[in-house]
């Protein structure tokens, strides 16, 4: 149980270019899930906070604009990132959080996103 | 700010030893901290802890927490190549349940 998918694994994009990441919990609702951005050799930094029916809180520094969350299901919420440029090249990461349980989040397996 | 520190960053030790992961942390509003693998993509959860002394404990992997010195340890005995990965512990913090990381371990075990 608790199986998060995320689509793509892998995206390349031209500059300008925007892509949008799917995140899915597969086997249970998810009232709230999470998006994560992580450089490499570094950890996972928090980019926002996503909740079923309602606007996404985001971390200081991490431009709304840019990173538009839909959280429009209890198994789904999406990432855009818009206008994408080279410095948004990295691994983004998902997280869900059944509802009713422990606080425990699932990861997806991630997306790697390159921006040409 | 809230902070956690994981040390060592990394480590390599030969198949069969026991290791010894930290986790420290400084944080406002402690909810409980967390353990995960990753290898290569998705973390995986390890264990969840929120008492103190109270060890947790998976097959060869063990957790214990202490929330008057703010850290946790994680255990692997007989390591395996398997358990080559990179080790997050992971602070939740308050009631919007949000996980503050450390930097992780990479843990190396060889032949």
């Known amino acids: 149980g608790a199986v998060v998918s995320q689509h793509p694994s892998w995206v390349i994009c031209k500059s300008g270019t925007s892509v949008k990441i799917e995140c899915r919990s597969l086997d249970f609702q998810a009232t709230t899930m999470f998006w994560y951005r992580q450089f490499p050799k570094q950890s996972l930094m928090l980019m926002a906070t996503?909740?079923?029916?309602?606007?996404?809180?985001?971390e200081q520094g991490v431009e709304k604009d840019k990173f538009l969350i839909n959280h429009a299901s209890l198994t789904l919420s999406t990432l855009t990132v818009t206008s994408a440029h080279p410095e948004d090249s990295s691994f983004y990461i998902c997280s869900a959080r059944e509802w009713g349980t422990e606080n425990i989040q699932y990861f997806g397996a991630g997306t790697r996103l390159s921006v040409l | 700010e809230d902070k956690v520190v994981q040390s060592p960053l990394s480590l390599v030790v030969h198949e069969g030893d026991t290791v010894t992961l930290n986790c420290s942390y400084e944080?406002?509003?402690?909810?409980?901290l967390l353990w995960y693998k990753q290898e290569k993509k998705a973390p995986t959860f390890l264990f969840m802890l929120?008492?103190?002394?109270i060890e947790k404990k998976s097959g060869r992997l063990s957790s214990i927490l202490d929330k008057k010195e703010l850290f946790s340890i994680l255990n692997i005995t007989a390591t395996q190549t398997g358990d080559s990965a990179v080790y997050l512990c992971a602070v939740e913090i308050g009631t919007a349940s949000k996980l503050t990381f450390g930097t992780g371990t990479r843990l190396q075990v060889t032949l």
């Open positions: 944080v406002t509003n402690f909810r409980s």
């Open positions: 996503s909740n079923e029916g309602s606007k996404a809180t985001y």
């Open positions: 929120t008492s103190s002394g």
